[in-house]
């Protein structure tokens, strides 16, 4: 090895500790309910839920009552809403699954309005969480009663709240691409109703990894490979964090050079272990990309002396 290469050896071994901050990337609104599109109150089609388990005169869109006196918490929905109506039977179930497997996300925020009339009690209405989607697997997220709403204070009858949000984490709700939420009724009666407005699903996006230019949450030799078959490319060309360049507007270079693979070494996470096998440590790889680099200049070297064809 000579002078030159075990200098670089060094410095990128020195630095391969350095973890730059990434960007958050987006949040992503996967469902989004108001109820307004519908045009009849059993017009499921045209809303995000299909009612199941009764006739439409027991699930079905209606105007959206006001606050009688006052909301319970926020401001009162406008337009129109759904409503469940009786007994345990009725349900808004999502129609299509939540691809949470694949978005990635590190949360899942589920925002809505609630506001009921006639019953209260031990389970006015309870929000269910499917990761097969067929609810065999049913896990309760959210039992709304008299004791508490999600302020803390108990729910009272006529009154909207809104505002109300439940995190769902991939530790206790398995994050698939078949995953489904309910919202089932719990009254006894027909007077009973359990009235939704303004329902979100927001997956949580996760912060962007320095080093990982393919975006799937690890930086391993995938990465590596990218960073390596653009590497010192023209900066007019190369300028983007999914082609290797981690340190435009941080370092202020403009093409893949030595900084980024610092950092790509420096956040090396490699993929999932197979078997437990261990990761390589940041010298290893510095050399591997060393390795890497010396091969790829040699190639530019050759093909710079080979003779142009005629043309």
Known sequence: MNRCTLGVVVAIVAIAGLVMVGSARADDVLSSEDWEAATSFEDYANTDYDG????????????????????????????????LRGNTAK??????????ASGGYSSVEISYAVHF???????????????LGDFSDQQIVKVHSSTANLSGTPYELNRWYAGQTVTLDPGTYTFTDTAKIKWRMGGSAMSHRARLDDIVITGIGVPDIPGDANGN????DLDLAILLGNWEQDALIISTWALGNFTEGSLGDTDVDDNDLAVLLGNWTGPPPPGGAAVPEPATLALLGLGGLSVLRRRRSRASQWPSPLR
């Open 52 to 83: 199941v388990g009764a006739a439409s005169t027991h699930i079905y869109i209606a105007n959206v009552p006001a606050s009688n006196p006052d909301p319970g918490e926020g401001t009162d929905p406008t337009g129109q809403c759904g409503v």
């Open 91 to 100: 349900t808004w179930v999502l129609r299509d699954p939540l691809s949470l």
């Open 117 to 131: 009339s006639g019953y209260i009690d031990s389970t006015a209405m309870q929000l269910e969480y499917s990761a």
């Open 217 to 220: 949450g690890f930086v391993d």
